[in-house]
T-cell receptor
Framework: DTEVTQTPKHLVMGMTNKKSLKCEQH?????MYWYKQKAKKPPELMFV???????INESVPSRFSPECPNSSLLNLHLHALQPEDSALYLC???????????????FGQGTRLTVV | GQQLNQSPQSMFIQEGEDVSMNCTSS?????WLWYKQDPGEGPVLLIA???AGELTSNGRLTAQFGITRKDSFLNISASIPSDVGIYFC??????????????WGLGTSLAVNP
């Protein structure tokens, strides 16, 4: 099973709303990622969790708040977003690099977010 | 930030033709990954490469990890309409350390004429 499940698939939210994106994997991966992707561009890394601890924050605005409740779940809490935040948000997971482990990242289907 | 040079940017081919695309870097990489992405979907891993010189196939797809560790290519043989999409290369630099940040190419957009 190489599946990463993201919900919802589509989300429309106003600039004053609070919403959350959810991600789940059952591959035993201990590294989980949030990416943002604009049309026809490669994914841009936002956050990395390693062993449920935030290890990388790519200078993401505080209106995006990640959370890793356990080794299988990853959330992204959204508050006071701007229209320019509209994008495809991707979750991914992998084994933690090091010790000869394979580190390919598996992606979910993404959440298409539109901020109005 | 660091980026991989991926070429060509786009291709329009006839069904049945072979396709080749590549990624290059000025620095050494430990891992090369090739993904395919359909519109509105997440990237799907096609092939992962971990050793210099490694040649790996996945059906009609073949990818190689360059011996200099600074490049990789992906070949698709006998293309079919469902090969349409954007192909991304991604890699983990040799000096990444504990930084698990993949470096991405800008993608190759493939169109196949039936």
């Amino acid at each position: 099973d190489t599946e990463v499940t993201q919900t919802p698939k589509h989300l429309v939210m106003g600039m004053t709303n609070k919403k959350s994106l959810k991600c789940e994997q059952h591959m035993g991966h201990r590294a989980m990622y949030w990416y943002k992707q604009k049309a026809k561009k490669p994914p841009e890394l936002m956050f990395v969790y390693s062993y449920e601890k935030l290890s990388i924050n790519e200078s993401v605005p505080s209106r995006f708040s990640p959370e890793c409740p356990n080794s299988s779940l990853l959330n992204l809490h959204l508050h006071a977003l701007q229209p320019e935040d509209s994008a495809l948000y991707l979750c991914a997971s992998s084994q933690v690099p090091g010790g000869g482990l394979k580190t390919e990242a598996f992606f979910g289907q993404g959440t298409r977010l539109t901020v109005v | 930030g660091q980026q991989l040079n991926q070429s060509p940017q786009s291709m329009f081919i006839q069904e049945g033709e072979d396709v080749s695309m590549n990624c290059t870097s000025s620095s050494i990489f430990n891992t090369w990954l090739w993904y395919k992405q359909d519109p509105g979907e997440g990237p799907v891993l096609l092939i992962a490469l971990y050793k210099a010189g490694e040649l790996t196939s996945n059906g009609r797809l073949t990818a190689q990890f360059g011996i200099t560790r600074k490049d990789s290519f992906l070949n698709i043989s006998a293309s079919i309409p469902s090969d349409v999409g954007i192909y991304f290369c991604a890699g983990l630099p040799h000096n990444a350390g504990n930084n698990r940040k993949l470096i991405w190419g800008l993608g190759t957009s493939l169109a196949v004429n039936p």
